[in-house]
């Protein structure tokens, strides 16, 4: 039996977490553990853990970065040695780059979750020491196969390191969560709605969204916007649908006014699905992503889809016969969704003129809700595709990936 620890900053509820903790139930036949910076725990999991050490942030400046580098390092060297583990998977570009400085006997396969060339954490620092230490490990795993082309393209990285495995989705546990009652809430869904679920940082296009959604209002006056999230720009997004006179209401401070509202906050949500299977439309404006693996449980909801087509992952969900690294430039319609041109940084945010953008936004969102049938064809095709991301399936690529023989080299590359 096989001894692995997945390696994490924490086991909250991001995409890395219910990744990692899922495997955990999945890997039956291996013994599984975990090694976290920090004792924070969220989500079931199956194993042991080792609590590292504080993921508190450096000070500013490479010397505050490199001090929590060396210390880190220090940490996890002595750790290991305790260990005895076979295989240590990592999570996110720090633990992959303290796992490759810090190996030993056992095999190292490094988890990419973004497209690492235009992830705001990785600093001009990150990405050398990226550059130099990703391809020590035994094998990469990438979420989609544009964030591995990214690794190849910008960092040097072998094609034959490279593994493409997606993130698995539990179907079985989102369809039993969305039909939990929802009736303190009923006010919210008395008219049509669009819902987004994500963290409320910089780089998820909640302000695009919020300008698109006025423009909205003016042909819809009933039509609600629910946000499912928290984060550390909330109370700025907050300001600014107040400022385009929208009515917010943001459930962590007690406000309940959902019949009034324009918007409605919903804060982190333990079960999110039972609100999004309430809606009409799912909309995703991110600006860059590794896999979202809302976009999957969206579809799992039975809720239409339309995405940014940002680097990296809404492609291959929505449009899987097309090529990766093509990129829309006006709206393209398919099977599993709708994907529109994606905000980058050059997209300033206009407050009184609407972008060609954000009038692309406004007149796919108008479309599909008053399509019934483009909805519901939508939603009939996205179930079809959901068999690709289920644990077992996930799972056993995954292994395929933890059997290879390293030692010769010779991988068994995921297409």
Same mark, same amino acid.
């Given at each position: 039996?096989?001894?692995?620890?997945?390696?994490?900053?924490?086991?909250?509820?991001?995409?890395?977490?219910?990744?990692? @903790?899922?495997?955990?139930?999945?890997?039956k036949n291996e013994d599984t553990n975990f090694i976290l910076l920090e &004792?924070?725990?969220? /989500?079931?999991?199956?194993?042991?853990?080792?609590?590292?050490?504080?993921? =508190?942030?450096? !000070?500013?400046?490479?010397?505050?970065?490199?001090?929590?580098?060396?210390? /880190?390092?220090?940490? #996890?060297?002595? #750790? !290991?040695?305790?260990?005895?583990?076979?295989?240590?998977?990592?999570?996110?570009?720090? *633990?992959?780059?303290?796992?490759?400085m810090t190996k030993k006997n056992e095999k190292i396969i490094l988890s990419?979750?973004?497209?690492?060339?235009?992830?705001?954490?990785?600093?001009?620092?990150y990405k050398?020491?990226?550059?130099?230490?990703? =391809?020590?490990?035994?094998?990469?795993?990438a979420v989609s196969k544009y964030a591995a082309q990214d690794l190849i393209d910008n960092f040097g990285i072998k094609k034959e390191m490279i593994h493409v495995i997606y993130n698995p989705i539990?179907?079985?546990?989102?369809?039993? $969560?969305?039909?939990?009652?929802?009736?303190?809430? *009923?006010?919210?869904?008395?008219?049509? @709605?669009?819902?987004?679920?994500?963290?409320?940082?910089?780089?998820?296009?909640?302000?695009?969204?919020?300008?698109?959604?006025?423009?909205? !209002?003016?042909?819809?006056? @009933?039509? =609600?916007?629910?946000?499912?999230? &928290?984060?550390?720009?909330?109370? @700025?997004?907050?300001?600014?649908?107040?400022?385009? &006179?929208?009515?917010?209401?943001?459930?962590?401070?007690?406000?309940?006014?959902?019949?009034?509202?324009?918007?409605?906050?919903l804060g982190h949500q333990e079960n999110p699905y039972k609100f999004v299977t309430q809606c009409s439309v799912f909309v995703f404006p991110s600006m860059w992503e590794g896999f979202p693996n809302v976009l999957i449980e969206a579809m799992a909801c039975k809720v239409p889809i339309i995405s940014s087509d940002c680097p990296s992952g809404p492609r291959e969900i929505i449009a899987p016969d097309t090529n990766?690294? =093509? $990129?829309?430039?006006?709206?393209?319609?398919?099977? &599993?969704?709708i994907l529109i041109p994606y905000f980058d940084k050059s997209d300033l945010l206009d407050r009184d003129k609407l972008s060609n953008k954000e009038q692309l936004w406004v007149f796919a969102i108008e479309k599909l809700l008053n399509n019934s049938k483009m909805r519901n064809d939508i939603v009939m095709n996205a179930l079809k595709s959901l068999e690709n991301y289920t644990p077992e399936y996930i799972t056993?690529?995954?292994q395929k990936v933890i059997l290879s023989?390293? $030692?010769? !080299?010779?991988?068994?590359?995921?297409?």
């Open positions: 039996m096989k001894k692995i620890y997945f390696f994490l900053p924490t086991l909250g509820t991001g995409g890395a977490e219910k990744v990692a @903790t899922q495997l955990s139930f999945f890997f &004792n924070k725990i969220e /989500l079931p999991y199956r194993g042991d853990i080792e609590v590292l050490g504080s993921n =508190k942030p450096s !000070k500013r400046g490479i010397i505050g970065k490199l001090k929590k580098l060396v210390n /880190l390092y220090t940490r #996890l060297k002595f #750790l !290991k040695i305790s260990l005895n583990a076979d295989v240590i998977i990592s999570f996110m570009s720090l *633990q992959n780059i303290l796992n490759v990419v979750r973004s497209f690492e060339s235009l992830a705001r954490g990785n600093t001009y620092f050398i020491l990226i550059k130099f230490f990703y =391809k020590k490990a035994d094998a990469i795993v539990n179907l079985k546990s989102i369809e039993k $969560k969305r039909e939990e009652d929802i009736s303190a809430y *009923q006010d919210i869904f008395q008219s049509e @709605t669009i819902v987004y679920v994500a963290t409320l940082k910089i780089g998820k296009g909640h302000d695009y969204l919020i300008k698109i959604f006025r423009e909205l !209002k003016k042909k819809n006056d @009933t039509l =609600k916007l629910i946000l499912i999230g &928290n984060g550390p720009l909330k109370n @700025t997004w907050i300001k600014l649908a107040k400022s385009f &006179n929208l009515e917010v209401c943001n459930i962590e401070i007690g406000d309940k006014n959902f019949k009034n509202s324009d918007i409605v906050f990766f690294s =093509k $990129k829309a430039t006006k709206i393209e319609y398919y099977d &599993n969704g056993n690529e995954w023989n390293y $030692k010769q !080299k010779k991988y068994h590359v995921i297409q």
